[in-house]
């Protein structure tokens, strides 16, 4: 199971994510370019000494991360028809989630395999990209009985 980050905007949002990945044993990727300079001293600021103990791999371009294959992709958008309590996870998803902005462009939509929503109330527009992530890899872990021991 990895978390893959599309072009994330928010260093703060980033380094939180980075310290869920370290939390629960599991890879972080993050497909830039990002909204902000990438560099170990902001992320340490951000996501304190666990971006020490993180597994996290910076991929330079979207066609990067996809030529190293690195599993099913499952992208979180609040554009998703499938709700969360509908899917299931397998050994080895990746669970991408968007920049905070923007989103995906379509072919990102188009190369994942599933696309899923966390459902929410009515009136409301998405969920901080930390939270979402968070929502998903914990949902995915439990389904995979893949919690750290």
Known sequence: ????????????????????????ATPVDVIEPCGFPFSDRALKRAGMDYA?????????SWAA???????RLVLFTTAAAEPLPAI???LGDVLLFGSESSGVPPAVHAAAALRVRIPQASGTRSLNLAVAAGIG??????QTNGYPQ
């Open 88 to 90: 299931r996870f397998a």
């Open 52 to 60: 020490e103990v993180a597994t996290v791999t910076r991929h330079p």
């Open 65 to 71: 991360f996809a030529a190293a294959d690195v599993g």
């Open 1 to 24: 199971m990895r978390i893959a980050l599309y072009q994330p905007d928010q260093a703060g949002n980033v380094g939180t994510i980075i310290r869920l990945g370290a939390c629960l």
């Open 137 to 142: 890899i914990f949902e995915a872990l439990r």
